[in-house]
């Protein structure tokens, strides 16, 4: 396994193009993009059809946990596929490691539950 400076050099230069052409892209759309702004041109369009009323409108904070939340234990699965990919290599310490991993999350998750946050109705 080589790891000396070197063998960096080839993401580095990547990682240089990739921010100087977003730091291009940025640039140039703001030096030749349009500059007028009119009220037709920051008037809302959709479909056609004129808006009516407020787009803002309360929503509950529940709805929100619920997506935070289903979106930390829908990653938490996504890290079972190494381990289910190398559990023969892994042994009993990367067992372990998944038990420990395991154990975080039904933790964070009794806590959510006992405080109420997947109840709707309170």
């Not at 063998?7 to 990682?15: D, F, K, N």
């Not at 023969?88 to 999350?105: D, H, N, R, S, Y």
Request: charged share 20%.
């Amino acid at each position: 396994m080589n790891t000396s400076p070197e063998s960096y050099l080839p993401i580095l230069i990547q990682l240089g193009f990739s921010i100087g052409f977003v730091v291009l892209a940025l640039f140039l759309s703001q030096l030749l993009g349009p500059k007028k702004k009119t009220k037709k041109k920051n008037d809302v369009f959709e479909c056609g059809i004129e808006s009516q009323g407020d787009a803002r409108f309360p929503v509950s904070v529940k709805y929100f946990l619920s997506a935070i939340l289903f979106v930390l234990f829908d990653v938490e699965v996504i890290f079972f596929y190494p381990y289910a990919v190398n559990f023969k290599e892994m042994g009993w310490e990367g067992f372990a490691a998944v038990l420990t991993f395991v154990g975080f999350f039904l933790a964070g998750f009794i806590y959510v539950w006992k405080k109420g946050a997947l109840e709707w109705e309170r």
